[in-house]
């Protein structure tokens, strides 16, 4: 489950609209070098190491 979005006001804002929201339950289908495939919302989404380390899950 997201935890929290962190980042600039910018980058929240683009992650948030894309599903990563506090409270949304979150699943890696696939990792390569810190890439993630992960199903968010009913989507399936890739995301970069960067954007991946601003989502706080537990």
């Not at 339950?25 to 991946?52: L, P, W």
């Amino acid at each position: 489950m997201i935890r929290k979005v962190g980042g600039k006001e910018e980058t929240r804002r683009f992650i948030e609209n894309l599903g990563f929201v506090a409270g949304t339950e979150v699943t890696v289908v696939s990792e390569t070098n810190g890439n993630m495939i992960v199903n968010v919302k009913d989507s399936r989404i890739a995301i970069g190491k960067e954007m991946a380390n601003k989502i706080m899950v537990g």
